[in-house]
């Protein structure tokens, strides 16, 4: 088994640039004409957020060892092997040497809607906030690790999650194999989805050449004209843990 696993926290009690954004887009709201009784919910669904939830991350390092056309092979320090499948990995990773494959979960975020679950209003909102956080924190993780490799002048790819344009759900398995990540309290169902639910397992490709990083996932996907939150987290950088 792999035993260079590696491990990012970082905390929901400040205000990460774009986070509001993300919430107004998941709750679908426009600031404009909210009831005090709205704001109270919004207010005390993020306060149960800062109070009881945290942001896990693990993840480690690969050697990408063949690019097929429908699927990459990837090994670990201890040389064993794993297979992606989907027709888009081999086109973001073509000239990449190495990838890193992690899983972020918001520890709390399933006890949080437990909580409230008796509050139609509340729960909505802290669904909306679970979703702004992840997603948040997922840009945020991405940054550090390409400021880290800008470096030593190595390059990251944009990240691609499963279940994806072109990227098949059932990878799933394959990330839980390789990461183990029970240790951040993530499982996983017979039907691949993660939980807590608001989790995000990713693959990122490292080369020497620098990548066009102003492309998103959602450049790729066919379902970008219709996803609410599509293009959202986009711009999501700069976090403070």
């Not at 993530?186 to 990083?213: A, F, R, W, Y």
Request: charged share 20%; glycine share 2%.
């Amino acid at each position: 088994m792999n035993n260079n696993y590696f491990y990012k926290y970082f905390s929901t009690k400040k205000d990460y640039p774009n986070l509001n954004k993300l919430f107004n887009i998941q709750a679908q709201l426009d600031n404009t004409n909210t009831s005090e009784a709205i704001i109270d919910a919004i207010e005390e669904s993020k306060d149960l957020f800062i109070e009881k939830a945290k942001i896990s991350v693990k993840y480690s390092f690969y050697n990408l060892d063949k690019i097929n056309a429908d699927n990459i092979i990837v090994s670990d320090n201890t040389a064993s092997s794993y297979i992606l499948t989907g027709n888009l990995l081999p086109l973001i990773l073509k000239d990449c040497h190495q990838v890193i494959l992690y899983m972020l979960t918001l520890n709390g975020y399933d006890e949080i809607i437990e909580e409230c679950d008796d509050d139609i209003l509340l729960s909505f909102f802290c669904d909306a906030w679970g979703s702004a956080y992840a997603e948040s924190a997922d840009s945020y993780f991405i940054e550090t690790i390409r400021s880290e490799y800008k470096k030593n002048n190595l390059y990251m790819t944009i990240s691609h999650n499963p279940g994806q344009h072109l990227f098949p759900l059932k990878n799933q398995q394959t990330f839980f194999e390789a990461l183990n990540p029970a240790d951040i309290g993530l499982t996983l169902t017979e039907s691949c989805l993660m939980l807590p639910s608001k989790s995000i397992s990713g693959i990122v490709g490292v080369s020497t050449n620098p990548h066009d990083t102003s492309k998103v996932s959602c450049d790729f996907c066919n379902m970008k004209n219709s996803c609410p939150t599509a293009y959202a987290h986009k711009s999501a950088v700069n976090l403070q843990t």
